[in-house]
C-alpha cells in the first residue's frame, strides 16, 4: 500500500483566503507531482518536483504555487483563491526502478471556493 | 508526446474479460504504454506497463504487436468493483524526464 498523505481532504473556503494542501510521502521517492482534475475531466500536471529545492510548472497554466524543502513534503499554496480554483488536487510520487511509470497517488483534496 | 486514442465508455457483465484497445500510432522508440485505474473521488493507480509483447502481473494483461501502434488491456473475469475509469498512457520513462498524461480514458461500467 502507498504511503502518500494530503491533507485536508476537502476545504470549502472563500475568495481571497490563502490555503495551503499538504502532501507527504513515506516512501522516500524523489520525484512528486501535483495534478488538478475537475469531475469527470482529465487529470492536468500543474507541478512537479524531482527532488529538494526542484520545482517545475506542469503543462496546465496554475496560479498557484508549491515548495520542497524536505523530500517528503511538497505543499501547494494558493495566495489568494477564486471560485475558478475549485477543482480536486492530486499528489503523487514516484521513485528509481521499475515499474518505470508507476506513480503512487494520494487520496486527493477537494477544494470548493466560495 | 504520443497521442493516445481509446474508447469514451464500455460495458460487461460480471465474470467476463473485458479488452480494452488504445491506439498510439505515433509511439516514439523510448515510448512505455503504462495503464492506469481510477475510482470516482480516489486518485488513480497504476495497473500496468508494457514495451513490447505481451506483459501480465496479478490483476491484467497487456498485448503489445510488434508494431507497437496499439496496446490492448486484458482485464480477466471482471467484477463489479473493476467499474472504474481505465487510462491508457505512452510517454518516455519519468526517471528519463516524462510526464504522464492523462487522456479521457474508457469508462467500464461493469454489471450484474
Excluded at chain 1, 498523505?5 to 499538504?22: A, S
Aim: proline fraction near 6%; aromatic fraction near 10%; glycine fraction near 8%.
Amino acid at each position: 500500500e502507498a504511503d502518500i498523505y494530503q491533507t485536508p481532504r476537502y476545504l470549502v473556503i472563500g475568495t481571497g483566503k490563502k490555503i495551503t494542501l499538504e502532501c507527504s510521502q513515506t516512501m522516500g521517492h524523489d520525484k512528486m507531482y501535483w495534478y488538478q482534475q475537475d469531475p469527470g475531466m482529465e487529470l492536468h500536471l500543474i507541478h512537479y518536483s524531482y527532488g529538494v529545492n526542484s520545482t517545475e510548472k506542469g503543462d496546465l497554466s496554475s496560479e498557484s504555487t508549491v515548495s520542497r524543502i524536505r523530500t517528503e513534503h511538497f505543499p501547494l499554496t494558493l495566495e489568494s483563491a477564486r471560485p475558478s480554483h475549485t477543482s480536486q488536487y492530486l499528489c503523487a510520487s514516484s521513485g528509481k526502478g521499475q515499474p518505470y511509470n508507476e506513480q503512487f497517488f494520494g487520496p486527493g483534496t477537494r477544494l470548493t471556493v466560495l | 508526446l504520443a497521442k493516445t486514442t481509446q474508447p469514451i465508455s464500455m460495458d460487461s457483465y460480471e465474470g467476463q474479460e473485458v479488452n480494452i484497445t488504445c491506439s498510439h500510432n505515433n509511439i516514439a522508440t523510448n515510448d512505455y504504454i503504462t495503464w492506469y485505474q481510477q475510482f470516482p473521488s480516489q486518485g488513480p493507480r497504476f495497473i500496468i506497463q508494457g514495451y513490447k509483447t505481451k506483459v501480465t502481473n496479478e490483476v491484467a494483461s497487456l498485448f503489445i504487436p510488434a508494431d507497437r501502434k496499439s496496446s490492448t488491456l486484458s482485464l480477466p473475469r471482471v467484477s463489479l468493483s473493476d467499474t472504474a475509469v481505465y487510462y491508457c498512457l505512452v510517454g518516455p520513462r519519468v526517471d528519463q524526464g516524462g510526464k504522464l498524461i492523462f487522456g479521457q480514458g474508457t469508462e467500464l461500467s461493469v454489471k450484474p
